[in-house]
């Protein structure tokens, strides 16, 4: 396996890097470099971060000073909502649910429903109200992610049908650089969103049974099928090669479903650092002319 598990670059101009769960993330002259995708498709909304993909692994985006939440936005009752909904809540962040909704039904019009971002720990729901309260975000500044949150979803949304898919919920995030809110992070991947497949959606919704999807889902049930639910205490399972391949797969499966074109694997040999290294320093260079 030639699987790029970790990385330590040392680019001309670098002041520090942040290793993350999901990506890493270096800091080159206040520039900020991470994977990402679907922020192209959404310019025309809001500003957003990318600068440029110098490799097909890497994106080069401007430093924001992130807000402390993260707008989750629901289409569909699913997930932790439903959870919630089945136990007798009918307010989730300040929201009002209707009676008698079922599992996997719309809702009458998507619900934001925010939470804290926490550097360690799970995120906390939280309310409009109790951010702009505890002066988390400005009412000024929440106003404007609310609604750039609103329309890139309502973009995902089209983009997703046109697919045959139902973009059912996603997360955004957003920072503020020189005074002006951008949009930052990835938007729409299985990573931070939930599919569904729009074929058969309404028969099962009638029948009660379970959605066909396209998330990261099936990597958590492995999880805990194998006893892992990043709990304290707990040691995560071995990943074995055959594993790690067809989760490969499998996203790729999701990439083509999702974005509607033919994955182009790479097959050249060679080391995936040093490709990445050399075409990261020659666009520094380049720009740097």
Avoid at 143 to 168: H, N, P
Avoid at 227 to 237: I, K, L, S, T, W
């Amino acid at each position: 396996m030639k699987a790029l598990t970790k990385t330590d670059f040392h680019f001309e101009g670098q002041k520090s890097v942040y290793h993350g769960k999901v990506r890493d993330v270096y800091n080159i002259n206040d520039d900020l470099m991470i994977a990402a995708k679907f922020l192209d498709a959404t310019t025309d909304i809001c500003p957003n971060w990318k600068l440029a993909t110098p490799d097909p692994m890497v994106t080069v985006g401007l430093k924001c000073e992130g807000f402390r939440v993260e707008m989750i936005i629901r289409s569909i009752l699913t997930g932790s909502a439903w959870r919630e909904y089945k136990n007798g809540c009918r307010e989730l962040c300040g929201v009002k649910l209707p009676d008698g909704m079922k599992e996997n039904e719309r809702f009458p019009e998507p619900i934001i429903t925010p939470t804290t971002k926490a550097d360690e720990g799970h995120d906390m729901n939280i309310s409009k109200e109790e951010i702009i309260a505890q002066g988390i975000v400005s009412a000024e500044d929440y106003a404007i992610m609310e609604d750039y949150t609103r329309k890139i979803f309502a973009r995902g949304q089209m983009i997703a049908e046109k697919r045959g898919l139902i973009l059912v919920d996603t997360k955004y995030e957003f920072g503020k650089r020189d005074g002006k809110v951008y949009l930052i992070d990835e938007i729409h991947t299985p990573d931070s969103s939930r599919y569904f497949y729009a074929d058969g959606y309404e028969e099962k919704l009638a029948k009660g049974e379970p959605q066909r999807q396209l998330s990261k889902e099936f990597v958590r049930q492995w999880l805990i099928e194998h006893d892992f639910m990043n709990e304290p205490g707990q040691v995560m399972p071995e990943i074995t090669d055959e594993y790690a391949e067809s989760v490969s797969d499998r996203y790729i499966e999701l990439y083509e479903h999702i974005v509607g074109e033919k994955f182009d694997k790479a097959t050249e040999e060679g080391d995936i650092a040093q490709r990445i290294e050399k075409n990261v320093s020659e666009w520094l260079t380049s720009r740097n002319k």
